[in-house]
Each structure stands twice: as C-alpha cells, then as structure tokens.
C-alpha cells in the first residue's frame, strides 16, 4: 500500500515512562451506542452520527478468521520473523529485560509496533479492507489514505495508560480536515484490560493545547471527566473516531491481553503542514497556558 510517512512523533519516541495517573481521571459508568452488524450495516444516518458525535462504532465489523489473521501476522512481526522490521516499543516497567526474554513473554513485553504494513500481509489486508475503506470514504467524502498505522498492545498487568489527547495534536496536517482512526479489537477490549475511552462531541470543541506530562496530552485538570463515555469491544468490533476526538485509555490491570490496530486515515487530497505550523495550535509555547 502505498502511504506517506509521518512525522508523529509518537513513532520515534521512546515509551513514555509509566506514571501514575489521577484515579477519576477516566469513569467507568458510560459505555457508547454502537451497531451490529458489519460495514454493510452503515446507513446515511450511521455517517451523520459520527459526524455530531465524533465517533461510531461497529461491533461485527471483522469476521472471526480475518481477527486471527491479523494476529498471526502481528505475532509473526513481534516474534522477530521479519529480518527488517523494527518498529516494537517495550513497555517501560519491562524494556530493560527484554533482551532476556523469549516466546509469550517477550511479546507480553510489548506496548506497540507500528509502520507494520508494508511487513506483514496480514496487517495489510486489515488497512486495505474494503467495507473499511468504503466507510471511510463516505465519512471523509474523498479517498481515504493510509497516514499512519499502529497497534497497541497493551499486555496484561502493564499494559500502560495512554493520556488523553488529540490525534491531530500529532499530525503535520491543516486543520480541519477529516483525519479518521479506525481502533480494531483483536481481543476482548473490557474496561478492566485498558479499552478506549471517548469524550463524544469533543472533536466539534476545536484544538486543546497539549502538554508534555506523562505523554503528549491533554492537560488532567483540562479533560472534560464527567462526559467520559468507555468504548468496550469484541474482537472484530472496531471504531472510527474523528481526530479531534478527545480519548485515552487507562492501564491494563487485568490479566487479560488488550491487542488492537490502530490506523489512521486522510483524505488523498489534504497536503502536509509543517511542524510548526501544528504546534502554533497544539503546543503552549508563547501561550498564556498551564498544566
Ligand atoms: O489503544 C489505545 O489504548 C489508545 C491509543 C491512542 O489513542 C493513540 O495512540 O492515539
């Protein structure tokens, strides 16, 4: 597939450290609407909720062989199989030993790979899927293109918080466009093992000033809680979410694994901006702001 890099600066960091969070920082009393059924299931209506609300949410999106698929491809990357690929993050609690580990350990070591497609054909058919793609496209009104692709895995015990933020606080591209991330569970994603969590409607409160905490986020003191809405799914189910979208998703204190993909979309027609420009809205800098 052909697909821009990015310059997100998430790819190249090093895993955020592990720090403690505020306890009500995310509520676990919401959980979002979703539809049954697969891609063919989304109707004009299904579009222009996710246009009032940020979100959507289709619980039977991926068949149960197309979800092992992807998991064999993901732990055939993980597993070190593919001589070239490189793109694995640790865990920080764990990255000093992973030279040590081997198997279900190593993997359960692991908080993310990414810029995985062009490695592995399995997690290429996932970002190249059809009904996925025609869902996009009727979202976006123009043709959906590949802008980034990650996944998530936050492994049991560890599995650390993702803070909440913006995806566009992390792309070079002009504000306004239509950016989509498309979450696929590949397991159960419960509110025990880390799931999503969304603040509906956000992604029409225009851009939040990010700070660097715990992560590049959304200041604690400035994510609007009590709107807080869980976003728990079977494997196969997935969401789309606009990119402006408030969201994050707190530890995995379960024993369960929390695999997902993560990949997001632009329409082929929106041109980059440069780095600057996306922190002269994003960032604090010359602000009269503080976390
Ligand atoms: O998979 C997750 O827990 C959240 C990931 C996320 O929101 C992101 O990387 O932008």
Redesign the pocket.
Same mark, same amino acid.
């Given at each position: 597939m052909n697909h821009p890099t990015t310059s997100e600066p998430?790819d190249i960091a090093p895993a955020p450290a592990a720090i403690p969070y505020p306890e009500n920082l995310y509520r676990f009393d919401t959980v979002a609407e979703g539809i049954s059924g697969d891609f063919s299931a989304v109707t004009e209506a299904h579009i222009q909720y996710f246009h009032q609300h940020g979100y959507l949410v289709i619980h039977d999106a991926f068949r149960p062989d197309e979800v092992q698929d992807a998991l064999a491809g993901m732990v055939h990357l993980m597993d070190g199989n593919h001589p070239d690929f490189r793109a694995i993050q640790f865990e920080p609690k764990l990255a000093k030993r992973k030279n040590a580990l081997e198997g279900q350990e190593r993997r359960d070591a692991i908080r993310k790979i990414f810029k995985f497609v062009d490695y592995e054909p399995r997690l290429n058919a996932m970002a190249e899927h059809s009904g996925m793609l025609g869902v996009l496209q009727r979202i976006m009104d123009d043709t959906p293109e590949l802008y980034q692709d990650?996944a998530?895995v936050?492994p049991p015990h560890f599995g650390s918080e993702?803070p909440w933020?913006q995806?566009c606080a992390y792309f070079d591209l002009p504000r306004g466009t239509t950016v989509v /991330?498309v979450?696929i569970a590949l397991d159960e994603a419960t509110p025990e093992n880390?799931c999503?969590h969304i603040i509906p409607g956000s992604h029409n409160e225009g851009p939040m000033i990010h700070f660097k905490r715990r992560d590049w986020q959304i200041c604690d003191t400035h994510v609007p809680v009590a709107r807080d809405t869980m976003v728990p799914l079977q494997p196969g189910g997935c969401l789309f979410w606009h990119g402006m979208l408030h969201? /994050?998703?707190p530890v995995n204190q379960s024993t369960q694994r929390r695999r997902?993909l993560?990949l997001h979309y632009k329409p082929a027609s929106c041109e980059a901006i440069t780095t600057q420009e996306r922190m002269a809205v994003y960032g604090s800098e010359g602000k009269a702001v503080e976390c």
């Open positions: 998430r990650m998530l936050k993702k933020h995806d /991330g979450w880390g999503m969201h /994050g998703s997902a993560q």
